[in-house]
T-cell receptor
Protein backbone atom coordinates (compact mmCIF):
# COMPACT_ATOMS: atom_id res chain seq x y z
CA UNK A 1 0.00 0.00 0.00
CA UNK A 2 1.14 3.52 -0.65
CA UNK A 3 2.09 5.95 2.10
CA UNK A 4 3.06 9.59 2.30
CA UNK A 5 5.54 11.31 4.60
CA UNK A 6 5.65 15.04 5.08
CA UNK A 7 8.91 15.73 6.81
CA UNK A 8 8.01 19.05 8.41
CA UNK A 9 4.99 19.56 10.63
CA UNK A 10 5.51 23.31 11.11
CA UNK A 11 7.24 25.79 8.82
CA UNK A 12 7.47 29.40 9.96
CA UNK A 13 8.60 31.80 7.24
CA UNK A 14 8.85 35.54 6.73
CA UNK A 15 6.84 37.32 4.08
CA UNK A 16 8.56 37.43 0.67
CA UNK A 17 10.97 34.66 1.67
CA UNK A 18 11.04 31.32 -0.19
CA UNK A 19 9.50 28.18 1.25
CA UNK A 20 9.87 24.48 0.53
CA UNK A 21 7.59 21.77 1.88
CA UNK A 22 8.94 18.27 1.62
CA UNK A 23 6.94 15.22 0.65
CA UNK A 24 8.10 11.65 0.10
CA UNK A 25 5.95 8.72 -0.87
CA UNK A 26 6.31 4.99 -1.02
CA UNK A 27 4.74 2.92 -3.75
CA UNK A 28 5.94 0.15 -6.00
CA UNK A 29 3.65 1.15 -8.86
CA UNK A 30 2.79 4.29 -10.80
CA UNK A 31 1.12 7.05 -8.84
CA UNK A 32 -0.61 10.38 -9.15
CA UNK A 33 0.62 13.07 -6.76
CA UNK A 34 -1.18 16.05 -5.30
CA UNK A 35 -0.76 19.03 -3.04
CA UNK A 36 -3.83 20.37 -1.24
CA UNK A 37 -4.19 23.51 0.86
CA UNK A 38 -6.53 23.92 3.81
CA UNK A 39 -7.49 27.22 5.39
CA UNK A 40 -8.88 27.17 8.96
CA UNK A 41 -12.18 25.30 9.36
CA UNK A 42 -12.52 24.69 5.64
CA UNK A 43 -12.26 21.74 3.34
CA UNK A 44 -9.23 21.01 1.19
CA UNK A 45 -8.57 22.75 -2.11
CA UNK A 46 -6.37 21.33 -4.81
CA UNK A 47 -3.21 23.34 -5.26
CA UNK A 48 -1.53 21.33 -8.02
CA UNK A 49 -1.20 17.79 -9.30
CA UNK A 50 1.12 15.52 -11.19
CA UNK A 51 -0.51 12.92 -13.40
CA UNK A 52 2.02 12.39 -16.20
CA UNK A 53 4.27 14.31 -18.57
CA UNK A 54 6.40 17.19 -17.34
CA UNK A 55 7.73 16.53 -13.87
CA UNK A 56 7.47 20.20 -12.91
CA UNK A 57 3.92 21.37 -12.24
CA UNK A 58 2.79 24.85 -11.31
CA UNK A 59 -0.21 26.47 -9.69
CA UNK A 60 -1.80 29.78 -10.61
CA UNK A 61 -0.67 31.43 -7.36
CA UNK A 62 3.06 30.84 -7.70
CA UNK A 63 3.56 27.40 -6.15
CA UNK A 64 5.37 24.66 -8.01
CA UNK A 65 6.25 21.05 -7.29
CA UNK A 66 8.61 18.64 -8.97
CA UNK A 67 8.07 14.92 -9.24
CA UNK A 68 11.29 13.01 -8.67
CA UNK A 69 10.73 9.33 -9.34
CA UNK A 70 14.19 8.17 -8.27
CA UNK A 71 13.85 9.88 -4.92
CA UNK A 72 10.09 9.24 -4.66
CA UNK A 73 9.55 12.87 -3.77
CA UNK A 74 7.13 15.64 -4.68
CA UNK A 75 8.38 18.74 -2.87
CA UNK A 76 6.38 21.96 -2.98
CA UNK A 77 8.10 25.35 -3.39
CA UNK A 78 7.25 29.00 -3.64
CA UNK A 79 9.97 31.60 -4.26
CA UNK A 80 8.20 34.40 -2.35
CA UNK A 81 5.36 33.83 0.10
CA UNK A 82 2.55 36.16 1.15
CA UNK A 83 0.69 36.44 4.42
CA UNK A 84 -2.29 34.85 2.67
CA UNK A 85 -0.27 31.65 2.12
CA UNK A 86 -0.63 30.88 5.82
CA UNK A 87 -2.44 27.54 5.82
CA UNK A 88 -1.98 23.82 6.22
CA UNK A 89 -0.63 21.95 3.21
CA UNK A 90 -1.19 18.27 2.50
CA UNK A 91 0.64 16.02 0.12
CA UNK A 92 -1.37 13.10 -1.26
CA UNK A 93 -0.75 10.07 -3.44
CA UNK A 94 -3.02 7.83 -5.42
CA UNK A 95 -2.02 4.66 -7.22
CA UNK A 96 -3.04 4.79 -10.87
CA UNK A 97 -6.37 2.98 -11.36
CA UNK A 98 -6.91 2.63 -7.61
CA UNK A 99 -9.62 4.28 -5.53
CA UNK A 100 -7.74 5.26 -2.43
CA UNK A 101 -6.17 8.67 -1.92
CA UNK A 102 -3.64 8.68 0.91
CA UNK A 103 -2.55 11.86 2.67
CA UNK A 104 0.48 12.94 4.60
CA UNK A 105 0.16 14.38 8.11
CA UNK A 106 0.24 17.94 6.82
CA UNK A 107 2.58 20.92 7.13
CA UNK A 108 1.42 24.11 8.76
CA UNK A 109 2.92 27.16 7.10
CA UNK A 110 2.85 30.39 9.09
CA UNK A 111 3.90 33.50 7.20
CA UNK A 112 5.00 36.45 9.33
CA UNK A 113 5.44 40.08 8.30
CA UNK B 1 -20.22 21.93 -12.72
CA UNK B 2 -19.86 19.50 -9.88
CA UNK B 3 -20.47 20.53 -6.29
CA UNK B 4 -20.35 18.71 -3.01
CA UNK B 5 -22.49 19.58 -0.01
CA UNK B 6 -21.75 18.48 3.51
CA UNK B 7 -23.72 19.29 6.66
CA UNK B 8 -23.90 20.33 9.38
CA UNK B 9 -20.83 22.56 9.58
CA UNK B 10 -20.50 22.17 13.34
CA UNK B 11 -22.00 19.73 15.80
CA UNK B 12 -21.75 19.26 19.54
CA UNK B 13 -23.04 15.93 20.77
CA UNK B 14 -23.01 14.20 24.17
CA UNK B 15 -21.21 10.92 24.66
CA UNK B 16 -23.48 8.01 23.85
CA UNK B 17 -25.70 9.92 21.46
CA UNK B 18 -26.18 8.90 17.80
CA UNK B 19 -24.60 10.64 14.82
CA UNK B 20 -25.60 11.23 11.25
CA UNK B 21 -23.53 13.33 8.85
CA UNK B 22 -24.70 13.70 5.30
CA UNK B 23 -22.89 14.40 2.07
CA UNK B 24 -24.37 14.87 -1.38
CA UNK B 25 -22.74 15.44 -4.75
CA UNK B 26 -24.25 17.26 -7.70
CA UNK B 27 -23.24 17.39 -11.33
CA UNK B 28 -21.73 13.94 -11.69
CA UNK B 29 -22.94 10.37 -11.69
CA UNK B 30 -21.52 7.26 -10.03
CA UNK B 31 -18.79 9.14 -8.16
CA UNK B 32 -16.31 7.47 -5.83
CA UNK B 33 -17.17 8.84 -2.39
CA UNK B 34 -15.02 9.10 0.72
CA UNK B 35 -15.22 10.00 4.39
CA UNK B 36 -12.05 11.29 6.03
CA UNK B 37 -11.41 12.31 9.62
CA UNK B 38 -8.86 14.93 10.49
CA UNK B 39 -7.44 15.04 14.00
CA UNK B 40 -5.04 17.77 15.06
CA UNK B 41 -1.51 17.02 13.90
CA UNK B 42 -2.47 13.67 12.40
CA UNK B 43 -3.42 14.54 8.85
CA UNK B 44 -6.36 12.95 7.12
CA UNK B 45 -7.39 9.43 7.96
CA UNK B 46 -9.49 7.61 5.39
CA UNK B 47 -12.49 6.09 7.16
CA UNK B 48 -14.70 4.76 4.37
CA UNK B 49 -14.96 4.81 0.61
CA UNK B 50 -17.66 3.74 -1.77
CA UNK B 51 -17.55 2.98 -5.47
CA UNK B 52 -21.30 2.49 -5.87
CA UNK B 53 -24.71 2.29 -4.20
CA UNK B 54 -24.57 -0.05 -1.22
CA UNK B 55 -20.84 -0.68 -1.66
CA UNK B 56 -18.86 0.44 1.37
CA UNK B 57 -15.24 -0.29 2.22
CA UNK B 58 -13.99 0.39 5.72
CA UNK B 59 -10.38 1.33 6.21
CA UNK B 60 -10.09 1.18 9.99
CA UNK B 61 -12.09 -0.57 12.72
CA UNK B 62 -14.00 2.03 14.69
CA UNK B 63 -17.23 3.20 16.21
CA UNK B 64 -18.55 4.56 12.93
CA UNK B 65 -20.38 3.20 9.91
CA UNK B 66 -21.19 4.53 6.46
CA UNK B 67 -24.00 4.02 4.01
CA UNK B 68 -24.72 4.99 0.43
CA UNK B 69 -28.48 4.81 -0.10
CA UNK B 70 -28.40 6.76 -3.36
CA UNK B 71 -25.81 7.28 -6.08
CA UNK B 72 -24.79 10.73 -4.90
CA UNK B 73 -25.48 10.48 -1.18
CA UNK B 74 -23.03 9.29 1.43
CA UNK B 75 -23.87 9.13 5.14
CA UNK B 76 -21.60 8.71 8.13
CA UNK B 77 -23.26 7.34 11.26
CA UNK B 78 -22.70 6.16 14.77
CA UNK B 79 -25.09 4.54 17.23
CA UNK B 80 -23.21 5.76 20.30
CA UNK B 81 -20.57 8.47 20.11
CA UNK B 82 -17.32 8.28 22.06
CA UNK B 83 -15.14 11.18 23.16
CA UNK B 84 -12.50 9.93 20.73
CA UNK B 85 -14.90 10.49 17.82
CA UNK B 86 -14.32 14.23 18.07
CA UNK B 87 -12.65 15.70 15.02
CA UNK B 88 -13.11 17.34 11.65
CA UNK B 89 -14.92 15.11 9.18
CA UNK B 90 -14.54 15.62 5.46
CA UNK B 91 -16.52 14.13 2.62
CA UNK B 92 -14.93 13.90 -0.81
CA UNK B 93 -15.48 12.53 -4.29
CA UNK B 94 -12.97 11.73 -7.02
CA UNK B 95 -12.99 11.61 -10.78
CA UNK B 96 -9.96 9.29 -11.05
CA UNK B 97 -7.54 12.19 -11.05
CA UNK B 98 -8.23 14.57 -8.21
CA UNK B 99 -10.44 14.69 -5.13
CA UNK B 100 -13.02 17.36 -4.39
CA UNK B 101 -13.84 18.08 -0.78
CA UNK B 102 -16.82 19.35 1.15
CA UNK B 103 -16.41 22.12 3.69
CA UNK B 104 -16.22 19.70 6.59
CA UNK B 105 -18.07 19.08 9.84
CA UNK B 106 -16.48 19.96 13.15
CA UNK B 107 -17.75 17.34 15.61
CA UNK B 108 -17.20 17.82 19.32
CA UNK B 109 -18.28 15.02 21.61
CA UNK B 110 -18.77 16.21 25.19
Amino acid sequence: AQSVTQLDSQVPVFEEAPVELRCNYSSSVSVYLFWYVQYPNQGLQLLLKYLSGSTLVKSINGFEAEFNKSQTSFHLRKPSVHISDTAEYFCAVRVVNDYKLSFGAGTTVTVRA
Amino acid sequence: SQTIHQWPATLVQPVGSPLSLECTVEGTSNPNLYWYRQAAGRGLQLLFYSVGIGQISSEVPQNLSASRPQDRQFILSSKKLLLSDSGFYLCAWTDYTEAFFGQGTRLTVV
